[in-house]
């Protein structure tokens, strides 16, 4: 058995503790199956707030992705400096160029990958907008071409 204790200050050094993680998707998630949907977070109800999503769309080798946005409406509240992609605001982002979509930027839009495999990431900010009248969120088609 372990004699040495953990400290808060000292860490776990001496115990001998060993520690296994696995990664599972909370919101987002990996998708394989052509002609599918991705929506945001609890989506027709409005996201929560500090929730980031990836979704990981992948197609057969040879074949590519098509992601159309049927509605897609992120709050513009912006906490701190806010100006052209800073400070803490709600986005989607196309991880493979880099590409920033917020507000209504992707609302009947499509979106085509130029490989197999298409990442997205959602990240909600910390203003709440649970309770807003407003529907915000997003729900977006995908299709293997």
Same mark, same amino acid.
């Given at each position: 058995?372990?004699?040495?204790?953990? /400290?808060? @200050?000292? &860490?776990? @050094?001496?115990?001998?503790?060993?520690?296994?993680?696995? *990664?599972? +998707?909370?919101?987002? &998630?990996?998708?394989?199956?052509?002609?599918?949907?991705?929506?945001?977070?609890?989506?027709?109800?409005? +996201?929560?707030?500090? @929730?980031?999503?990836?979704? #990981?769309?992948? *197609?057969?080798?040879? %074949?590519?992705?098509?992601?159309?946005?049927?509605?897609?409406?992120?709050?513009? %509240?912006?906490?701190?400096?806010?100006? @052209?992609?800073? &400070? #803490?605001?709600?986005?989607?982002?196309?991880?493979?160029?880099?590409?920033?979509?917020?507000?209504?930027?992707?609302?009947?839009?499509?979106?085509?990958?130029?490989?197999?495999?298409?990442?997205?990431?959602? /990240?909600?900010?910390?203003?709440?907008?649970?309770?807003?009248?407003?529907?915000?969120?997003?729900?977006?088609?995908?299709?293997?071409?």
């Amino acid at each position: 058995k372990n004699k040495e204790k953990c /400290l808060e @200050e000292g &860490g776990c @050094e001496g115990t001998k503790v060993q520690m296994r993680l696995t *990664a599972e +998707y909370v919101c987002g &998630g990996k998708f394989d199956v052509d002609n599918g949907v991705i929506t945001s977070p609890l989506y027709p109800s409005n +996201y929560i707030n500090s @929730e980031a999503c990836i979704y #990981d769309i992948v *197609a057969p080798k040879k %074949k590519r992705i098509a992601l159309t946005c049927e509605y897609f409406n992120l709050s513009t %509240k912006c906490i701190g400096h806010c100006g @052209e992609h800073n &400070g #803490d605001k709600t986005y989607f982002q196309d991880i493979t160029t880099f590409e920033r979509y917020e507000g209504k930027d992707l609302e009947g839009k499509t979106i085509k990958s130029k490989k197999n495999h298409h990442t997205f990431y959602f /990240l909600s900010n910390s203003k709440d907008v649970e309770d807003d009248h407003r529907q915000y969120g997003f729900s977006c088609s995908y299709n293997f071409f």
